[in-house]
């Protein structure tokens, strides 16, 4: 299926390693973030759960999204895109696509799901890994890269292709129908959306994180 190199954009960063300027508590716009997200040697680092996930202030369409990250032991996160902020919506994943953070070694949603499809740099929940084992150890730091382009999507771990799908039509469809989020409104309908680092109770640090739009 496969991505054309995409026309390119100029590179934005999300992150300028000092603060969290750029970035909101889903649902909370112009609040202060919650003193569980620091920042801490150049990343962004959640040291205990109940902050709620950071999403862009701004939204994206196509792109190309570049982001590393380190998960502790026993831990689990993600990156969604496409997250469409509305009080309806709970969570930033009721309506993003999320990229698996994980630590696949101890954590029980490696197992679960379908053939991996809940293990890091997956699509979560929807498709296994292209290329299984892509990710780094649990305390090592994992780069990854999502390209979204014209109904398509691509997402890397160190180097290797871990996920290609279309993001909407029967394919989509099909995927979604046998997953977690079979039924739930909203969910993949946005073409354009936040991006979110995900609080799921345990700590991450995210780095390095830029994108262009396409």
């Given at each position: 299926m496969g991505i054309n190199e995409p026309a390119k954009?100029?590179?934005?960063?999300l992150f300028d390693g000092k603060?969290?300027?750029g970035w909101h508590t889903y649902l909370k716009a112009g609040q202060p973030v919650s003193d569980k997200w620091m920042?801490?040697?150049?990343?962004?680092?959640?040291?205990?759960r109940g902050a709620g996930d950071l999403v862009t202030d701004k939204e994206y369409g196509d792109f190309e999204l570049e982001i590393e990250w380190k998960i502790a032991e026993g831990g689990n996160s993600g990156i969604i895109y496409h997250v469409h902020e509305d009080p309806k919506f709970k969570s930033t994943y009721n309506t993003g696509p999320e990229m698996q953070v994980l630590d696949n070694e101890r954590h029980p949603d490696?197992?679960?799901g379908r053939d991996g499809n809940r293990t890091a740099?997956?699509?979560y929940d929807l498709q296994k890994p292209v290329t299984p084992g892509a990710a780094n150890p649990a305390g090592q730091w994992n780069k990854a890269k999502l390209i979204v382009s014209k109904g398509k999507a691509e997402q890397y771990l160190n180097g290797k292709k871990?996920?290609?799908y279309p993001?909407?039509?029967p394919e989509w469809d099909k995927m979604v129908s046998e997953s977690k989020f079979k039924g739930w409104e909203g969910f993949g309908k946005y073409?354009?959306?936040h991006i979110a680092l995900q609080d799921h109770g345990n700590k991450v640090w995210f780095r390095n994180i830029r994108i262009r739009e396409l």
């Open positions: 954009g100029k590179w934005e960063s603060t969290l300027t920042v801490d040697d150049g990343a962004i680092h959640l040291t205990d490696a197992k679960q740099g997956s699509l871990t996920a290609e993001t909407s039509g073409a354009s959306g």
